[in-house]
């Protein structure tokens, strides 16, 4: 079996909020001094769940791909230490500043130019754009059918069984193969590579496409082909600081609150 | 300018939901004079119709088969494109709900056109439509123009004004073709609910985050809900302390979990990381506990209690049994 999981390199989202800022002219967030780029949390619980699949199978290939910088490479080398078998970069200036359409587009191109892939794993959303589609629409442009934010995957007889999360609880759905899932926080933690891992991952191959290798014409990803133009990128107004409350001990701030609560009409 | 626009409904036990009320709300403001219509998909659709008409739309696209019932991505998005045959809409509206996060993209595919996803705010801006959309965890607001048609937005529960009941309106109903094959087999379901009042309901939602320490932690998180009421305050978690297995996942309040907007949101032990404050920052007011006073969630809280949790919420919740 073949198995595809899309990666995403990103700025890490623990970053404090004090730490982010935004350029106006640019429409650009500015990279914060001392801020690492990592792996999107949910596209190393994608990872994960194609590795588990991959373990219970046997007899598995997995390809990592990703579309960004050349640093984008930290990110596939993170899910080859992982387990996974090759890396494709996705990189070209023709790509950049896209939308998440064109950049699915280049990830369809990708997967089909890979050609005997059974499954693709992506995670639920970017953790910095929190866009939640780019699984959704490899799935349309392969002509495949897609589950999303699953909490459990598994693999048998020519059918993937997804648990997905829905409003008020799990829904256990199957779906032929081929077929596109995407994963979310409740499948449980990524595992965490050993030293052996990474150093072995430095040795497996990461080739890089660009737009020409995948046939695609220039004019229709990247920000030539975006459908949705950015506007402005703003940071949103905080109305400030909390009022808090001064008692001696607990008891007294408790009391205090309330009666603040109480004069409000809160409570 | 006139635009039509298609609100994707969804109702259940025959009564339109909130956000789909919520939807024509925004459809109606932006039709401006050109036509609002709503799809609506399972058993009771056609008579979910009739409370559409107040709401705003003025045509109806139902189809009653039990089919619907069970969300199916693709046979929803052959049913919801025969309605864009009918409708020509120049925006198609859809809550950020767990059917609208997978349609949208699907139909914005189908469509040769783009989707834009969790939208607090879709406005008209001389004549064009501009969508905004928290990014970044919600560090960051970003807003959108579209340079293709229609456009399709799915719309955060809560952030959009319904229109006040047009009373005695009535509208045209139209019934959308059978159901169509799907490739998803739907072979069980499981709920997984807080018994009693649910967060998205509560006019309180008491909150505990990693900052408890433990498990047990909510205990007292839970015993300072009871003593507000259990008709009116439910408990809620960050997705640190959901992720460490201390509460269910049903109660996260975020931007992967639940978003919240009740009249007061007690943060009890959460920083607020702003993919927290994306779930719950539409709150009337909120009250933050924390030891440490430099925690982001003072900055989005109201009122703030600076201390350990375990010393405040004794007397917390006996001064709250007192007052009433």
């Known amino acids: 079996m073949h198995l595809v999981v899309c990666a995403k390199q990103i700025p890490d989202p623990e970053t404090p909020p004090s730490a982010f800022k935004i350029d106006p002219a ?16 949910f596209d190393g619980i994608a990872a994960e769940a194609a590795l588990r699949i991959k373990e219970a199978a046997g007899d598995t290939k997995i390809t990592v791909i990703s579309m960004g910088a050349e640093s984008a490479q930290q990110a596939i080398k993170q899910v080859l230490a992982m387990g996974a078998d090759e890396g494709v970069l996705l990189q070209d200036p023709a790509f950049d500043k896209g939308d998440p359409h064109t950049t699915a587009k280049v990830l369809t191109a990708a997967i089909k130019k890979l050609g005997d892939v059974d499954a693709v ?11 939640g589609v780019a699984g959704i629409l490899i799935a349309e442009g392969l002509g495949w059918p897609v589950s999303i934010i699953a909490k459990g995957v598994t693999l048998e007889d020519g059918k993937v069984r997804v648990q997905r999360v829905i409003e008020d609880g799990y829904e256990t759905v199957d779906l032929p193969l081929p077929a596109v899932v995407t994963v979310s926080n409740e499948f449980g933690e990524p595992r965490y590579p050993k030293l052996q891992q990474i150093m072995q991952a430095a040795r497996k191959t990461v080739t890089t496409w660009k737009a020409a ?11 030539a082909g975006a459908r949705l133009k950015l506007e402005r990128l703003y940071v949103p107004e905080k109305e400030g600081k909390a009022e808090i409350m001064q008692g001696d001990t607990p008891a007294e701030q408790a009391q205090q609150l309330v009666a603040k609560l109480q004069a409000a009409k809160i409570l | 300018m006139a635009r039509n626009v298609l609100v994707v409904g969804e109702f259940s036990e025959g009564e339109p939901s909130t956000t789909t009320h919520e939807l024509l709300g925004a459809a109606s403001r932006l039709s401006d004079g050109g036509a609002v219509g709503v799809t609506l998909l399972g058993s009771g659709a056609s008579g979910a119709a009739a409370a559409t008409f107040p709401a705003g739309a003025g045509k109806a696209f139902t189809n009653d088969d039990a089919e619907y019932d069970v969300f199916r991505s693709d046979q929803w998005l052959i049913a919801v494109l025969a ?139 839970e015993a300072l809900a009871a003593a507000i009421g259990k008709d009116k305050a439910a408990v809620g978690a960050s997705r640190a302390a959901c992720d460490l297995g201390w509460y269910p996942p049903s109660q996260q309040v975020g931007l992967t979990g639940k978003v919240v907007t009740p009249d007061l949101y007690i943060a009890v032990a959460i920083s607020g990381a702003s993919q927290h404050m994306a779930g719950c920052s539409g709150s009337k ?15 989005s809280a109201r009122f703030g209690i600076v201390g ?9 919740i006996e001064a709250i049994k007192a007052a009433k």
């Open chain 1, 26 to 41: 640019k429409n650009e967030v500015i990279p914060a001094p001392g801020i690492a780029l990592v792996l999107s949390q």
């Open chain 1, 121 to 131: 794993f992506c995670g639920r959303q970017a953790a910095d754009w929190d866009w």
């Open chain 1, 213 to 223: 290798d995948l046939g695609l014409d220039p004019g229709e990803v990247g920000a």
């Open chain 2, 83 to 221: 309605a864009v045959e009918q409708s020509s809409p120049d925006v198609i509206l859809i809550a950020q709900s767990t059917a609208g996060r997978e349609l949208a993209p699907r139909l914005a595919f189908r469509l040769d056109t783009a989707a834009a996803m969790d939208c607090t705010m879709v406005q008209d801006e001389g004549g064009a439509l501009q969508v905004t959309r928290p990014a970044y965890g919600g560090n960051a607001l970003a807003t959108y123009s579209f340079a293709s048609s229609p456009a399709v937005a799915t719309v955060r529960a809560k952030s959009q004004d319904p229109i006040a009941p047009n009373a005695g309106a009535t509208g045209e109903s139209v019934a959308l073709p059978g159901v169509g094959e799907s490739r998803t087999t739907v072979i069980g379901r499981e709920k997984v609910e807080a018994e009693g009042l649910q967060i998205q309901d509560a006019a309180v939602v008491v909150s505990g985050g990693r900052g408890l320490g433990s498990p047990e932690g909510f205990e007292l998180v």
């Open chain 2, 285 to 299: 007011t909120i009250i933050a506990i924390n030891k440490d006073s430099e925690a982001n969630i003072f900055k």
């Open chain 2, 308 to 316: 350990d949790y375990k010393q405040v919420l004794p007397p917390l």
